[in-house]
């Protein structure tokens, strides 16, 4: 399943959208360090991340998948790209080693449910019993705790968000979604509506999922309209303690 994250964008079509086949896709300008905390970042949510006018952060949900992060995780490499994953507990258990491999190759890696859940329809226990099912399966593959968490759907729980926050963990939703889960996205389609919906907000936090294939054929794309329209991508970590 997949984060239904729908930012209605600016109503105009973007012209000349074409990539050059020679023109080199967009690379990670600067990393900014968030502390350990209880924050909550996204502006469809909460307050914005501090970046600069043009700045995106690049986010991917649902994943692993071995069928579609590997393709992800080339186009980012070819792009010299870092992003954050936030990684359901289900697939996490089932695909480890390719999980590791996210962050064996500079990416940041973080939470997302064990299961992609409709959480306001859980029973309060039952929301907890998914935030330790996710944790443990988390430092069992990463051998640490997860310093952030996007709710599935971006539906956030009183009691997630109390768990979370007494947990110093940063809630992290979105600015800019692509609804790249919709089905029979073109690479087209996926590159007019990020342009589009970027110039509404100026940059910010770009939800994408890695679990979808067309998303993952798309990628190259997309980071070449980021470069050529002059967005800067800006990698997230967070300090140790």
């Not at 991917?60 to 992003?83: C, E, H, I």
């Not at 954050?84 to 289900?90: A, Y």
């Not at 709710?151 to 979370?164: G, I, S, Y």
Request: charged residues 20%; neutral net charge; contains cysteine.
């Amino acid at each position: 399943m997949n984060s239904r994250c729908s930012l209605a964008g600016a109503a105009l079509l973007l012209a000349g959208l074409g990539a050059g086949a020679h023109s080199q896709p967009a690379e990670t300008g600067r990393t900014l360090v968030l502390p350990r905390s209880a924050q909550a970042y996204g502006r469809l949510q909460h307050a914005p991340l501090p970046l600069q006018p043009g700045e995106v952060v690049l986010t991917f949900d649902d994943g692993p998948n071995p069928a579609s992060t590997p393709a992800v995780l080339k186009a980012l490499a070819q792009a010299r790209a870092r992003a954050t994953f936030f990684m359901n507990g289900e697939p996490l258990a089932r695909a480890s080693d390719l999980a590791r491999q996210v962050r064996a190759q500079g990416h940041s890696v973080a939470m997302h449910g064990f299961e992609h859940a409709h959480f306001g329809q859980y029973s309060p226990q039952r929301q907890l019993e998914d935030l330790r099912a996710m944790e443990e399966v988390f430092v069992r593959v990463f051998a640490d705790t997860a310093p952030a968490y996007r709710f599935p759907f971006l539906e956030e729980t009183d009691p997630l968000r109390d768990a979370l926050a007494a947990r110093r963990v940063t809630v992290m939703s979105a600015d800019v979604g692509i609804d790249d889960w919709l089905p029979d996205q073109s690479p087209e389609t996926l590159v007019q509506r990020l342009l589009e919906r970027l110039r509404a907000t100026g940059g910010g936090i770009v939800l994408l999922h890695d679990a979808q294939p067309q998303t993952a054929a798309a990628l190259p794309a997309l980071l070449r309209a980021l470069r050529e329209h002059g967005y800067r991508i800006v990698h997230l970590e967070w300090a140790d303690r």
